[in-house]
């Protein structure tokens, strides 16, 4: 394929950016598979500059790009490198692009300061919490092997002091399987109404306890399945990410199409503190593999995003991944909700892009799509659960929302 | 497999209630305690390809309206924030919904995205 054909193929491609302001971060989780996470190197700002500015002009960008600052922890560096950052990239912003800035964080370090950043730039907010304290004091450690649920909860008091939405993201371990209404519970007395949840997963140098389990794939789902119910029953959940972000995917016209940006080049660019860049899955940078380069595609210092684009390891990894995802076509019968998984779980859990299923797929795919099929089973099955559903439905649709513009 | 008919009937009560409506609706049908959620993997792709047939029937037959016309109903967020996503192309809007939109982590799930953020 010659390069303006390439070129034209991925006009727009990227939506999301995820930095790597550090790969410091502050804690030391037992499922950690961050493999540099004890340096201390931060990103220049002119690094910041550079790759904003490469990115603003190249045929790649979308109109709307979301930053995730991300991996390790982003709020060990202070405030003012955002504030200088974040002025940089809209200076540096045409009109034709918006972006959002978001930050997935352990919520430890959240001050007032903090939430003034997130206020004044609409910033997305997640934070890592694995439920009670016990659950999550259990993996979510110190280096000396504290536990940080205190300083965690304290962040998000913070978050709900300062009015800042936000959500969670809990890591489900094999604890918390049989623990559905007790995360609840957690969730409705800390006031978490947004709640997405990561399996442990095996990544990198980390082997998944979760993943050893029994007939995990089926307690995950009768675990989402208890889950999903009863929060729904409380009316006081507003986002079930697990279930609510695949209901579009399912229950969506022929017409429309489906994109996993973990499989199409440059649709998300991921970038180091030293100005390497990457690309699908994020978590590949900083892990190392001869075949394609450590997965670094170029550096923005350096090099130019088209030249990236048709670098040795960007092609290797495409060809790869397509093989993968073309194999997953063939065979699995969630494709077309899924569109070929994730290429760091195959190559960590199956040692090849072009493997198709794994564990991963199980959990995080397979059984939320099972829950929904076999909840639309229910109601198929019972001659009054039309009448029912509507009822339902009408009455969910009253339930307080509020809009910004 | 069920019927399409009973699909579409189905669907034409889920799909105006959005997300959220429809979330809330379909969590309500409790299963009994020995079910298998697994027990629905047999046949996916077909069943999912049923569906699909069932939602374009619904937005055709005008049951429940057409997603990318809602895109336009700035008056009902709930309902925006289904078409705002184009129907799974991934979606990213000026306009938010605070109770489920952008800010919390939800619009990038219309495409399979990446979930650790």
Redesign the interface.
Known sequence: MSNDALVCELNGVM??V?VQPTPFCNIACTYCYLPDRDAKSVIAVDTVKTLFRKIFASPYAAP?I?I?W??GEPLVVPVAFYRQAFEAIEALRTEAI?V?H?F?TNGMLITSEWCDLFKQY?V?V?VSIDGPKPLHDAHRVTRSGRGTFDKTMGGIRCLQREGV???V?TVVGKDHLDNPDRLIDFYIESGI??V?F?VEESEGAHVSSLFAASDL??RY??F??RF??L???T?KF????E????????????????????VIPFA?LNVDCHGNVSSF???LLGYKHPAYNDFIVGNILTDELEDMMQSGAMQAMRRDIEAGVQACQAE????????GG?PVNKLSERGSFRATRTSYCAL????P????????????D?PD??A???K??????Q??????? | M?LPT??V???A???????????????????SAE???????Q???????A???A??SV?DQGIAED?MAMDQN?DN??VAW?GN??????G?????????G?????W??????????
């Open positions: 939506d999301t995820v709307e979301t995730i991300h991996a918006e959002r978001s997935q609409e997305g997640g939405p936000f959500h993201i109404e947004d997405c990561n794939q089926a789902a009768k989402l399945t999903w119910s929060a729904r029953g009316g507003n986002f079930i990410r279930i609510d972000g695949l209901l579009p995917l399912v229950f969506r016209p022929n017409e429309s199409l489906m994109r996993n940006q973990q998300m899955s994020p978590e699995c019968g969630y494709f077309s909700v899924c569109g994730a995080a795919q397979i059984a799509v099972d829950v929904i099929l076999a909840a639309f089973d229910r109601v198929a019972d659960a039309i029912a559903l509507a339902a439905s009408s009455a969910a649709a339930w307080p929302v509020t809009a910004v513009t | 069920k009973k699909s009937k189905i669907l009560a889920l799909l105006p209630a959005g997300i959220l409506g429809m979330s809330a609706a379909l969590a309500s049908t409790a299963p079910a298998d959620p697994a027990a629905a993997s046949g996916a792709a077909i069943r999912l390809a569906i699909r047939d939602v374009s937005t997603p700035k967020m709930r289904w996503h184009r129907w799974g192309n991934g990213w809007h000026r306009r938010r919904w605070v109770n489920g952008w800010r919390n982590g939800g990038r799930n219309w495409h399979n995205g990446w979930r650790n953020w």
